[in-house]
């Protein structure tokens, strides 16, 4: 069956950086986009991150441009995203999506001093 | 940026009736519309692509349609289980945006 599991959240100051990864299975995971998506505490879906199926193309939120950066593994079915000088603001669980299909678990950042 | 509206922002219904969320482009999309549910503390589930398409597993008793700016998620036979957050997305153009979400309680 299909699963998507992130990991690489937690906590860290402002200014700081981390590296989110969603590891996939049971699907073709190089036919698929992947995004980032993300929710802030209490509030609504926000899209962050997509790169293409080839790795070669990729798009950001204005929010998260500059400072967050998608890629992609085929050989392995991971999905990333680095993320630095992150702000409180980027306070969130964090799901990767493959299309708009199948979803991760999340996984929780939380940015505060 | 295509900003999409939801509405309404919360809705109250009993087990069993039928219910019609909609969803509102600031421009045209075509079909290029989905719809997500999304239970408390849990990650969302995918519904609908293509305005009116259903996903692998989802129960006929969702319905969606629509094209261009206006579109709908139709329940029917409210179960305890349907009673989430509803979300549309566009995926149009870049960036990619959510509605704002419907919430669905029980009356």
């Known amino acids: 069956q299909v699963q998507m599991v992130e990991s690489g959240g937690g906590v860290v100051q402002p200014g700081g950086s981390l590296r989110l990864s969603c590891v996939t299975s049971?699907?073709?995971?190089?036919?698929?986009?992947m995004h980032w998506v993300r929710q802030a505490p209490g509030k609504g879906l926000e899209w962050v991150s997509y790169?293409?199926?080839?790795?070669?193309?990729?798009y950001y939120a204005d929010s998260v441009k500059g400072r967050f950066t998608i890629s992609r593994d085929n050989s392995k079915k991971i999905v990333f995203l680095q993320m630095k000088s992150l702000e409180v603001d980027d306070t969130a669980v964090y799901y990767c999506?493959?299309?708009?299909?199948?979803w991760g678990l999340g996984a929780l950042v939380i940015v505060s001093s | 940026d295509i900003q999409l509206t939801q509405s309404p922002p919360s809705l109250s219904a009993s087990i069993g009736d039928t219910v019609t969320l909609s969803c509102r482009a600031s421009?045209?999309?075509?079909?290029?519309l989905a719809w997500f549910q999304q239970q408390p503390g849990k990650a969302p589930k995918s519904l609908i692509y293509?305005?009116?398409s259903l996903h692998s597993g989802v129960p006929s008793k969702f319905s969606g349609s629509g094209s261009g700016t206006y579109f709908t998620l139709t329940i029917r036979r409210l179960q305890p289980d349907d009673f989430a957050t509803y979300y549309c997305?566009?995926?149009?153009?870049?960036?990619?945006?959510f509605g704002q979400g419907t919430r669905l309680e029980i009356k």
């Open positions: 999506a493959a299309g708009a299909t199948y």
């Open positions: 049971g699907f073709n995971f190089s036919a698929y986009g």
């Open positions: 790169m293409g199926r080839d790795g070669v193309n990729s």
């Open positions: 421009q045209g999309i075509s079909t290029f």
């Open positions: 293509a305005a009116s």
């Open positions: 997305q566009q995926y149009d153009s870049f960036p990619i945006t």
